[in-house]
């Protein structure tokens, strides 16, 4: 992403993973939070935000997740302001297909131009010539929808083919939809909502491991609906830990192809995060909270 030399970090939990050609690491951060309340608007603590941003990088996060969606076109601009130009070692994943109304919703912006328009946003947004990784967002607010992705996906290739993007994935994808894209282009990462309590993808991670491609949950502790668990509640007391920390640390252990994007506008947050997905499980506590999703 730029010329400047660094050091990937590998202190991190989880060590790394390899997206096509970029090597990140297992432990990224997902940028939504920065926007304002409703990922909608500025910050109400910009220099908070900027902070955050620079404490990923000082930590060794080499993934940052993010979305011209989130503000709009708020997260992308800090990003760029927080960090341009970029460690050699900073790969930024983006998500297109999706717009926001005035009512802050989410309506779906898949056709050509569309997408052609948001890809040269986020170019623009994050002050690059290429997108490391971008992701096709589909379905809706409620989850994955079937339906074919093939206009949307193949319009996608043509960009990557004309060097504005370099890796594919999508988003909020069934199994048949991966498939589909696969078909087309390469993809690197699969992003869907995946928790302890919400493991329909458990055989859809598995055969992604087996082909070198990433999964990337999102809502690790159930979004807008936290998990309540008296399983994942006893474990966390028994380890003197957060809830959060065992759900990071539980995705870690899980497959070696998941890769997390926890998200905050905290640098206090950001950095237990970091320290609790790494939290040693036992196999006693693997077993207990297997059960939970079970």
């Known amino acids: 992403m730029s010329e400047t030399t660094d050091t990937l970090s590998t202190s991190l939990p989880g060590g790394t993973w390899t997206l096509g050609d970029l090597t990140v690491t297992r432990l990224g951060y997902g940028a939504m939070q920065l926007a304002g309340p409703g990922v909608m608007g500025p910050p109400a603590d910009r220099d908070g935000a900027l902070a955050v941003l620079r404490e990923v990088a000082d930590l060794g996060i080499s993934h940052i997740d993010t979305a011209g969606a989130y503000g709009p076109r708020v997260t992308n601009r800090l990003i760029r302001e927080a960090l341009h130009p970029y460690?050699?070692?900073?790969?930024?994943?983006?998500?297109?297909?999706?717009?926001?109304?005035?009512?802050?919703?989410?309506?779906?912006?898949?056709?050509?131009?569309?997408?052609?328009?948001?890809?040269?946003?986020?170019?623009?947004?994050?002050?690059?010539?290429?997108?490391?990784?971008?992701?096709?967002?589909?379905?809706?607010?409620?989850?994955?929808?079937?339906?074919?992705?093939?206009?949307?996906?193949?319009a996608l290739a043509e960009l990557r083919r004309q060097g504005l993007i370099r890796h594919l994935g999508v988003s909020n994808a069934t199994a048949e939809q991966v498939a589909e894209a696969q078909a087309i282009a390469p993809i690197v990462c699969v992003q869907n909502m995946y928790?302890?309590?919400?493991?329909?993808?458990?055989?859809?991670?598995?055969?992604?491991?087996?082909?070198?491609?990433?999964?990337?949950?999102?809502?690790?502790?159930?979004?807008?609906?936290?998990?309540?668990?008296?399983?994942?509640?006893?474990?966390?007391?028994?380890?003197?830990?957060?809830?959060?920390?065992?759900?990071?640390?539980?995705?870690?252990?899980?497959?070696?192809?998941?890769?997390?994007?926890?998200?905050?506008?905290?640098?206090?947050?950001?950095?237990?995060?970091?320290?609790?997905?790494?939290?040693?499980?036992?196999d006693e506590d693997l077993a207990e909270l297997d059960g939970i999703g079970r």
């Open 87 to 154: 460690p050699q070692s900073l790969h930024i994943v983006t998500k297109v297909g999706a717009v926001r109304d005035r009512q802050g919703g989410w309506p779906p912006a898949r056709r050509p131009e569309d997408l052609r328009r948001a890809v040269h946003e986020n170019l623009e947004d994050l002050g690059l010539d290429s997108l490391d990784v971008v992701n096709l967002r589909l379905g809706d607010a409620q989850g994955p929808r079937p339906g074919s992705l093939a206009e949307p996906f193949e």
């Open 195 to 282: 928790n302890l309590a919400h493991r329909q993808d458990d055989e859809l991670i598995d055969d992604l491991a087996g082909k070198g491609i990433a999964y990337v949950p999102f809502f690790p502790l159930g979004g807008f609906t936290p998990l309540q668990s008296a399983a994942l509640s006893a474990v966390a007391a028994r380890l003197d830990a957060t809830p959060m920390s065992v759900a990071l640390a539980w995705l870690l252990r899980r497959s070696p192809n998941i890769l997390l994007i926890p998200g905050t506008s905290s640098v206090a947050h950001l950095r237990e995060n970091a320290a609790g997905a790494g939290l040693p499980l036992s």
